[in-house]
């Protein structure tokens, strides 16, 4: 645990306390009489029940739009199974800034909505709910449907033998066993959107602020220490709160059931009702993913006259972004990936260890340890970002200068990811195996080389390529850090929203559609070695 501690203890818990206490403190006095003086205000009051409703709004909703999904791929065998499924994954692993702009294309002005019907959502709360559930339908299909695909259907059927109907037996034998598992989803989905940066930040207009946003314009704009650091200790409070309920969720999912082999519960659908569940599924996916995402890439290619790859080409000038950028945006794509993949390198070192203490130890101290790694998904990135850069300041550690900043922050994110994919597999190894390997002779550098490596080289593999997928778009922390002369993609496609112009908007698009091309090819890579289709991911 020394080196996962150690990580955190330097790159998250001392940015976050430092810039805290720049905020909280005066003259070496803690002020916390500015707790009172902010939370009275009623423009942050506004703010905080906005991001209160605006969370539970989106996690209904997403809720309601995708359990149908959870049915469909836990009990439905049909062609095309296996690709659907990576399809509606995709958007959890797109950055927040290509979900804000592929909606943007599609609901915003000039879009193809306001096109179509002279319809505009932009600058509505319908747009950031619409978005969130496109962000967050992946998580309860995978959550929910991973479990629901492993209960044995005979426990209902012989409800329904005894007498019960269709919906009485799913209700009383289906659903308290799924309780747990759509408790576990809306608590992650809740975190994702109570958190919310850079959909609010795209979509919402000045008219709408979250919690992370507000911080951003307190620290970024108004340079506003003392309201930034209460929000912040408000949001860690409040995302705390959620950690700890879902930790509690997630222990009785594990511990409740007996479960079955997926493939002895999916079959053919059987009647119209179910053809008809099918075909509705299938139509939300279209209309609420692909929709979306083909008309980002439609938008990439729209120019005046007709359709081209002008905006592509555009890219790759200095001289037509001199306005913009110090160099082609087109650098930020061989940037991204180079931060990406020092980030998912840290990740696997830092969150692997992680997961092995975890493994092997037990105890309060061990479980609060586990919740601590998750703390980085829901504290505020803007937070982080801002205590590297007055924290990381000073020898031994002044990197302010440094490219490895942009990874670590990235990593810090990537790190939950690993912990969360390869802690499962870790308890399934049989200890008993490393205890052979010793009694003949093996090292424990060895065993765990011949024996626990075979076993897990596929959540190794996973959980990379999910460490690499978030690192690729982390935006809250890297729009304060990365330097203007290397800029990582999601920084380039707000810098480019941030402007006026038709050049600037549809280089946005094609940036997003390449930042969208990598994260889909790596998801279907992940789809392809993966064996566990259960879990948190």
């Given amino acids: 645990m020394a080196v996962p501690v150690a990580f955190f203890a330097v790159f998250f818990a001392y940015p976050v306390a430092a810039i805290v206490g720049r905020g909280l403190k005066a003259d070496g006095v803690w002020q916390f009489g500015r707790f009172g003086e902010v939370l009275s205000r009623p423009d942050i009051l506004d703010v905080l029940w ?16 995708a359990l149908p999904g959870a049915y469909v791929f836990a009990r439905f065998d049909f062609p095309g199974k296996q690709l659907l499924r990576a399809i509606v994954t995709v958007p959890f692993v797109l950055p927040t800034v290509v979900v804000g702009t592929a909606f943007l294309a599609l609901l915003g002005r000039g879009g193809f909505l306001d096109e179509l019907w002279g319809v505009r959502l932009d600058t509505t709360v319908w747009a950031i709910l619409l978005a969130h559930v496109f962000f967050n339908y992946a998580v309860v299909v995978r959550t929910v449907g991973g479990l629901w695909s492993q209960l ?56 709408f602020s979250t919690l992370e946003v507000e911080i951003y314009r307190q620290t970024a704009q108004l340079l506003a220490l003392p309201t930034a650091a209460v ?40 009647g119209a009702g179910q053809w008809a569940l099918l075909g509705g599924v299938l139509l939300t996916v279209l209309v609420l993913i692909l929709l979306p995402l083909g008309v980002l890439v439609e938008r990439s290619l729209d120019v005046s006259g007709g359709h081209g790859l002008d905006y592509y080409r555009a890219l790759a000038s200095a001289d037509a972004n001199s306005g913009t950028f110090l160099v082609a945006p087109l650098e930020a794509i061989g940037n991204s990936l180079r931060y990406a993949l020092v980030a998912t390198v840290i990740a696997l070192v830092v969150g692997g260890l992680a997961a ?72 399934a190894v049989d200890g008993r195996l490393r205890e052979a390997a010793a009694v003949l002779g093996a090292s424990p550098l060895r ?12 959540a190794l ?24 002369d290397n800029p990582t993609l999601p920084v380039a496609v707000a810098r480019l929203l941030g402007r006026s112009g038709e050049l600037n908007y549809g280089q946005a698009m094609a940036l997003s559609t390449i930042l969208m091309l990598v994260c889909a090819v790596s998801l279907l890579l992940l789809e392809r070695i993966r064996t566990d289709r259960s879990g948190e991911f």
């Fill in 231 to 270: 929000l912040t200790l408000v949001q860690f409070a409040a995302v705390g709160a959620i950690l700890a309920v879902h930790a509690w969720t997630v222990r009785r999912r594990e511990t409740a059931l007996k479960l079955v082999d997926p493939a002895q519960t999916a079959r053919r659908p059987r």
């Fill in 50 to 65: 906005f991001t209160l409703w605006q969370a539970l709004a989106s996690t209904a909703l997403t809720l309601l739009i």
């Fill in 447 to 458: 065993a765990w080389r011949e024996v626990d490596l075979p076993l897990v080289r596929r």
């Fill in 152 to 207: 044995d259907p005979r426990q209902e059927e012989a409800a329904r033998v005894l007498g019960a109907g269709r919906f009485a037996a799913w209700r009383r034998v289906t659903l308290p066993a799924l309780g747990p598992a759509v408790a576990a989803a809306a608590l992650m989905v809740f975190l994702f959107t109570f958190t919310s940066f850079g959909v609010v930040q795209i979509l919402g207009g000045p008219g």
């Fill in 356 to 427: 092995a203490a975890l493994t092997r130890r037990a105890g309060r101290l061990v479980r609060g340890f586990d919740a601590l790694l998750m703390l980085p998904l829901g504290v505020s990135a803007v937070t982080v970002g801002f205590g590297f850069l007055i924290t990381l300041d000073k020898p031994p550690l002044d990197l302010r200068t440094s490219w490895i900043l942009v990874p670590l922050a990235q990593a810090l994110v990537g790190v939950p990811f690993v912990v969360r994919t390869m802690l499962p597999v870790l308890r």
């Fill in 461 to 484: 593999l996973v959980a990379a390529g999910f460490a690499f997928a978030v690192s690729l778009g982390e935006f809250g922390a890297t729009v304060f850090i990365a330097r203007p």
